[in-house]
């Protein structure tokens, strides 16, 4: 799944940085500013909801739009990743260049705000 | 073939499902209004369930995915699961016009080019009663944004969504059916086609007619009267095929008047009568984008806020009303506010501020001349420029355009009360009734619509007619003063007027100026069929084309306006070489000169200005009837209210007994209707300075002068109409 993800991302031209984990993601968010956030919600020792509340919480990161990727679209989902201030959500399986336009949009969106 | 099929089935989808949207807005207008019936809201629900069936057969993913959206939400509606109230109704507005545009890229490109606006697609679901059970978006932002578009959705998608379309895309086609079998579409290219042949039809028709009057035989009399009739027919069904009624227009009125309000903070009220009148469908196309302007205009300079509403005593809602009515061969469209009207110094304020016109001039101008000054082009009287209006594009282009298609317009506005725009339009442009006049031995067709009447002088008058200001002819008509265009002049014809022949005015109207063309002699009125000029005439502005009349000769049809404007009556900005007009407006349409009518009423002394006057008639008391309004008489084809001068005034009418039989009427023209003034007795017509004003405080009377050393009270004849007519609908 992530090696499919960065494949795509580096093939629509945007440089990629991978985290096995939530953790992972959390240390390198802490040092690195990015673009764009691209986090699964399931993931072991953080998942996505919690990493996306504590990139929030502050940080150098704090304003990053957060991607998250989601088996469902239920209500559920959706209250969670808003109340931790998720920016949008993509339901798995996508096709790849889906999801490039999804990046796409939401990445032209935060800047027009 | 194939391509082909799905080509046409597009274009079905689209004019279908953009008729369908405009009756979906009339369901969100009625709810708007605070209610609706069943069938709306079940004819509401039928135009998003087709749209979805539709674009889901032919492959069109996102107007499918959209519209499946709204139709949840509708079908909840339907089945009574959620009430559509207040901020919904802004959704589903949103939602219609989504749909519309995404219908109109199909249109224009053949595809959609833009993508599903999730925000909406997202609100449309947060007003979903169980958004779970209905959910469908494989990607969203977490609070709804405004206008987002979603990537195109790859054809092979989430099975759900496949699966519930199939079958309600089999159940759409018995619905769109039902219409279908008692209506057809017909391309506009086919349609003008036969309209083309039937011109010629025409043509051909009325020289078989001229021809076989040469022969005496019966039989080819009564073929040929058969011909002739079948062909009138056919003439009129073609045109009425073409026709459309007015409403195809008016119908995305209430919608736009909605939104300026909601815009605006104001409250407005739009009232239709007439809808049913139809237009040929060009001349539909044509006033299409002035009409819009104008009701525009009404909301946004017409129409006060509630609060200044109230002050001024009106209800805090305010009224636009548009009506459409046939009158002479023409159709008249009126839109009416009940808003602040036009104020005229602020006109005359900023014309002068833009350099439109100098202070100088502004000094001189009449009501009506200020009241035209929106007209001009780049004029604006909004403060600031607003997305809807105040850009100063937008009067002028509405003028150029309604005549353009031998319309024009009219109009009438009173400070604090409201201000009404009346637009003549002409039924149809392909066939129009037309004088025939010669001139340097050719025939010439002038359109009936920018003609007034026709004057002939002969006899000794002829020497005295025509006078010259600054070598400019002029004639004087009733007392105003008509400059003169010399057809064989203009169009250099060439031959000069024998000296005492009669001469013929042909008094016609460009851009209300009014000027009288001199033809070598006046023949007859007929329909004339328009045809277009040939590519290297065409560049010509005195023409407006050609046709071709029953004895198979060419007559050229002249542009009224191109006329005018070669001969300079008109003045163009640029162009300030204007030979007359200056001259005849100052001479009697300023404050200080004026032509008046002397009538005396009950021994009094009043002047009526001719400006005013339509005719002066006598009317036997025995054709005086009386009406609900007040006492009538039949003229012209109209009921003509009768104003008695001397009860209006309140003057003393003890002599009532004595007044003579027949009546002495003067009759007034305000708006299209007539109105009869009765007077004692018509003393004599001036054309005089006014000095020694008095003001005067009596309704009616405009002011006090002393004329041929009499009193004489000037006549306010536009508020002596309003004010009987007042008080008769108040007795009535």
Not at chain 2, 501 to 510: E, G, K, N, R, Y
Request: charge should be negative; hydrophobic fraction near 40%.
């Amino acid at each position: 799944m992530r090696k499919m993800i960065s494949v795509t991302l580096r093939g629509a031209g945007y440089d990629v940085m991978e985290a096995s984990d939530g953790m992972e993601a959390a240390a390198i968010l802490k040092t690195t500013v990015v673009d764009l956030i691209v986090s699964d919600i399931n993931m072991p020792r953080m998942n996505g909801i919690d990493l996306t509340r504590q990139v929030r919480s502050g940080g150098i990161n704090k304003s990053t739009p957060i991607l998250l990727l989601t088996t469902e679209s239920s209500p559920e989902m959706k209250n969670q990743g808003r109340e931790a201030g998720a920016t949008a959500w993509i339901v798995k399986p996508f096709q790849p260049d889906q999801l490039a336009g999804v990046v796409g949009q939401v990445l032209s969106r935060t800047k027009r705000l | 073939m194939k391509q082909d099929l799905q080509t046409q089935l597009v274009r079905e989808l689209v004019i279908e499902s953009l008729e369908g949207l405009d009756s979906f807005d009339s369901f969100l207008l009625a709810v708007e209004k605070g209610g609706y019936s069943d069938e709306l809201l079940n004819n509401a629900f039928r135009v998003i369930h087709t749209i979805k069936g539709s674009s889901g057969c032919l492959g069109l993913a996102s107007i499918e995915h959209l519209a499946h959206a709204g139709e949840n939400l509708m079908a909840q509606v339907r089945d009574g699961k959620t009430s559509v109230s207040g901020e919904l109704t802004s959704v589903l507005f949103r939602y219609s016009d989504a749909l519309r545009a995404m219908l109109r890229e199909l249109e224009e490109f053949g595809e959609v080019r833009s993508h599903s606006d999730q925000g909406l697609i997202e609100s449309l679901q947060a007003a979903q009663v169980n958004a779970d059970a209905l959910e469908d978006s494989a990607f969203g932002f977490f609070e709804p944004v405004e206008v987002l578009p979603v990537p195109r959705v790859p054809q092979d998608e989430p099975p759900i969504r496949t699966e519930a379309v199939t079958p309600q895309a089999k159940e759409s086609s018995p619905a769109s059916k039902a219409a279908s079998e008692s209506v057809i579409r017909v391309d506009i290219g086919q349609i003008d086609k036969v309209m083309n042949l039937v011109g010629e039809l025409v043509l051909a028709r009325n020289q078989i007619v001229q021809f076989s009057n040469q022969y005496s035989d019966p039989a080819l009399g009564n073929a040929v009267q058969r011909v002739n009739l079948i062909t009138t027919e056919l003439q009129e069904n073609v045109m009425k095929t073409r026709m459309q009624p007015i409403e195809s227009v008016w119908s995305k009125f209430p919608r736009i008047v909605r939104d300026l309000c909601h815009e605006l903070g104001k409250d407005a009220l739009l009232q239709m009568e007439g809808q049913e009148v139809e237009l040929d469908r060009t001349i539909i196309e044509a006033i299409k984008d002035p009409l819009t302007h104008i009701v525009r205009n009404a909301v946004d300079h017409g129409i006060e806020s509630a609060e200044k509403r109230a002050l001024s005593g009106k209800p805090a809602q305010g009224t636009i009303r548009l009506r459409a009515y046939h009158e002479g061969g023409q159709v008249n469209i009126e839109i009416s506010d009940d808003g602040k009207g036009i104020d005229p110094d602020r006109l005359l304020r900023k014309a002068v501020q833009r350099g439109l016109i100098s202070p100088e001039q502004s000094q001189r101008m009449s009501e009506r001349e200020i009241k035209n000054l929106i007209f001009l082009p780049g004029f604006s009287t909004a403060d600031a420029v607003t997305n809807v209006s105040g850009r100063g594009v937008g009067m002028d282009v509405v003028k150029t355009n309604i005549e353009k298609i031998g319309g024009s317009v009219e109009i009438q506005s009173q400070r604090g009360l409201g201000t009404v725009f009346r637009l003549k339009i002409p039924l149809t442009l392909a066939i129009i009734p037309a004088l025939l006049v010669t001139s340097g031995g050719d025939r010439y067709a002038i359109p009936q619509a920018s003609l007034l009447e026709l004057v002939r002088i002969e006899g000794d008058q002829v020497a005295q007619a025509v006078e010259f200001i600054h070598s400019t002819p002029v004639f004087r008509l009733r007392g105003k003063l008509l400059p003169l265009v010399d057809l064989n002049q203009e169009l250099e014809l060439g031959g000069e007027r024998e000296p005492g022949a009669p001469i013929f005015l042909v008094v016609l109207q460009a851009e209300g100026k009014h000027f009288g063309l001199m033809v070598d002699a006046v023949n007859d009125t007929e329909e004339i069929v328009v045809k277009p000029l040939g590519r290297e005439l065409s560049g010509l502005p005195v023409y407006a084309g050609a046709t071709i009349m029953g004895d198979g000769h060419v007559a050229l049809i002249l542009d009224v306006l191109g006329i005018a404007r070669r001969a300079g009556i008109l003045t163009d900005n640029e162009h300030s070489d204007s030979r007359v007009t200056k001259e005849s407006t100052t001479a009697d349409e300023t404050a200080e000169t004026a032509s008046l009518l002397l009538v005396e009423v009950e021994r009094m002394r009043f002047a009526i200005p001719l400006s005013n006057i339509a005719r002066l008639e006598e009317i036997p008391a025995k054709h005086v009837e009386n009406t609900p309004e007040g006492r009538a008489v039949r003229y012209r084809g109209q009921i003509m209210p009768l104003i008695g001068v001397a009860s209006a005034l309140g003057l003393d009418t003890n002599l009532r007994d004595n007044r003579p039989d027949p009546f002495q009427v003067v009759v007034c023209r305000e708006g299209d209707r007539n109105f009869g003034l009765v007077i004692d007795t018509i003393e004599d017509i001036v054309h005089t300075e006014l000095h020694a004003r008095t003001e005067s405080g009596q309704p009616g009377i405009e002011a006090n002068y002393i004329l041929q050393d009499r009193v004489t009270s000037l006549m306010d004849v536009e508020q002596l109409i309003r004010q009987t007519r007042t008080t008769a609908r108040k007795a009535a």
